[in-house]
């Protein structure tokens, strides 16, 4: 599987239907495994397709925190996973914000898990200051980034999720 993601992101759009949270999970951390940083993960789709479950096995592929322990930032807007020194300056006047999770020592890279559902303005959306995880090659997994612009550096891929109705979602990478 992991050599089919990686040719969906070098080529075309590749979709997968996936029949319960496990299995996106499960595809989730083989994506993941796959990955390397510097890189920006959107996520889009609608509430409750799965956006959230999929970044668990993300995070967990990466070997950034076990999957149990990656939670919605719906309103902490940003949780960092792999970051032993917790000092990613990202947040930082919005400390209030973020919360780090303590980190497996072999994890690969410094993950940031952001959603932007419940940013309302621009100057909310700066103040974040997302733009500082950019100093350092981490990956940024982002939900609703499609609600503002994000001035990124580094490589991106596309997720998208599609409720199927019931348990069954569809993830198409590109
Ligand atoms: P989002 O972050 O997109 O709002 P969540 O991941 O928080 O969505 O929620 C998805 C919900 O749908 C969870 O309760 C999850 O258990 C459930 N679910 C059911 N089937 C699936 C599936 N195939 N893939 C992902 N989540 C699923
Ligand atoms: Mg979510």
């Known amino acids: 599987m992991a050599e089919q993601i990686r040719g969906g992101i070098a080529n075309e759009a590749k979709s997968v239907v996936t029949r ?6 499960a595809w989730g951390r083989e994506f993941g495994r796959g990955l390397k940083a510097p890189l920006l993960v959107l996520l889009t789709g ?3 397709s799965g956006k959230t479950t999929l970044t668990k096995g993300i995070v967990a592929g990466l070997g ?11 309103f902490t807007l940003v ?5 032993d020194a917790q000092s990613s300056g990202v947040a930082e006047s919005a400390s209030a914000s973020l919360s780090a999770t303590p980190t497996p020592t ?3 890279s410094v993950v940031y898990h952001g959603d932007l559902y419940r940013i309302e303005s621009f100057h909310d959306f700066e103040t974040l200051g997302l733009e500082d995880a950019f100093s350092k090659p981490a990956v940024m997994i982002l939900e609703w980034s499609e609600k503002f612009p994000l001035q990124a550096p580094w490589p991106q891929v596309r997720l998208k999720l599609e409720h199927m109705g019931g348990d069954t979602r569809r993830i198409t990478v590109g």
């Open 79 to 83: 949780h960092v996973y792999g970051d």
């Open 20 to 25: 319960s949270a496990e299995e996106t999970i």
């Open 106 to 108: 072999s994890a690969k």
């Open 64 to 74: 950034a925190a076990e999957e149990e322990d990656v939670t919605s930032p719906t």
């Open 46 to 48: 609608d509430l409750g």
